[in-house]
């Protein structure tokens, strides 16, 4: 578990919900025949479900509360285990039906600072790995279900993520790109070790084989937490299909000239699939503009 946080970071107000702006694309790749990539955008909201009433005009009540968090998802199917696709589907629902069932926890993050989140994140990503992993034992023939996952929920002024595999959250703030994930791969544990170097670490043959996996032979999630309070940062959220082929720099880059998160998002697609895209790839962004 760990804490970024931004330094001189100014006081501004939570953003409205008219004022978050967030976009999600997948795309197979000019490769690969099928997109076993999964993404999710959402916000959550309280909501009160009119089952009857006398009321002549109930649709005009205020039937929804302001937003309580944001959430933003990349799961990445294995591409070496059968039907990557399936573990990504059961692995992103397996959490929405978590999110679902934990309201309570915003309004307690709120409240006494969401210390307790970190443990009841990490559960959610093992109830997944769970779910995973009992779907392939189902199955007559013998199946290999896995994928990596991504989890981020921003609940103001904090983005807690979730990670298990290699697909990545970046925080853009006061100008620099920052990388809130760790790769679990093999190579990034020998790098970590001191046996490989770090620059080394890109043309190492062990550089895309998972360290951990949902689904896979063992899942270890990390929980981290980073600082939102500023505005004008971008999020940016993606499966190693973007990063195969993009640098840091340039996703930087990409971040400092934002006019949308759309746009963002399409022109990092653009920008991997005209270099090959030899993986499927998917990015999310989210964002809160300056104040005008």
């Known amino acids: 578990m760990r804490t970024l946080t931004m330094s001189n970071r100014p006081t501004d ?4 919900d008219n004022e978050v702006d967030m976009f999600g694309v997948t795309h197979a790749g000019k490769v690969r025949r099928e997109n076993q990539d999964h993404f999710l955008v959402a ?34 199917g294995v591409g070496g285990a059968q039907d990557g696709g399936t573990a990504a589907r059961i692995a992103t629902e ?13 309004h307690e993050m709120r409240v006494a600072g969401g210390e307790s989140f970190y443990a009841e994140l990490h559960e959610a990503a093992l109830q997944a790995h769970d779910t995973v992993r009992a779907e392939a034992a189902s199955r007559t023939e013998p199946t290999r279900l896995a994928t990596t996952m991504t989890l981020g929920i921003a609940v103001y002024p904090w ?22 994930t760790r790769d679990q791969t093999l190579a ?22 998972l360290a951990s996996a949902i689904g896979g032979e063992e ?31 340039e996703i930087q880059a990409a971040c400092a000239s934002v006019k949308s998160a759309e746009q963002l998002c399409q022109d990092l697609l653009q920008l991997t699939l005209a270099r090959g895209a030899s993986d499927n790839v998917t990015i999310v962004v989210a964002s809160a503009p300056l104040k005008r």
Do not use: W
């Open 13 to 16: 107000l939570r953003p409205a």
């Open 219 to 249: 899942a270890a999630p990390v929980v981290s937490r980073v600082d939102i309070t500023e505005r004008g940062c971008v999020l940016v959220f993606c499966s190693d299909g973007l990063t195969k082929h993009v640098s840091d720099d």
């Open 188 to 209: 990034q544990q020998l790098v970590d070790d001191g046996v490989l170097k770090a620059r080394d670490m890109r043309r190492s043959p062990l550089n895309n084989v």
């Open 94 to 106: 397996s959490v929405m039906r978590y999110v679902a069932s934990s309201l309570r926890s915003y």
């Open 43 to 76: 916000t959550v909201h309280p909501q009160i479900a009119v089952r009857a009433t006398s009321l002549p005009e109930v649709n005009a009540l205020p039937m929804r509360g302001s937003r309580l968090a944001s959430i933003l998802l990349v799961a990445d």
């Open 159 to 180: 983005l807690y993520v979730v990670q298990v595999g290699d697909s990545r959250a970046y925080i853009y703030t006061q100008g620099k790109l920052q990388q809130i």
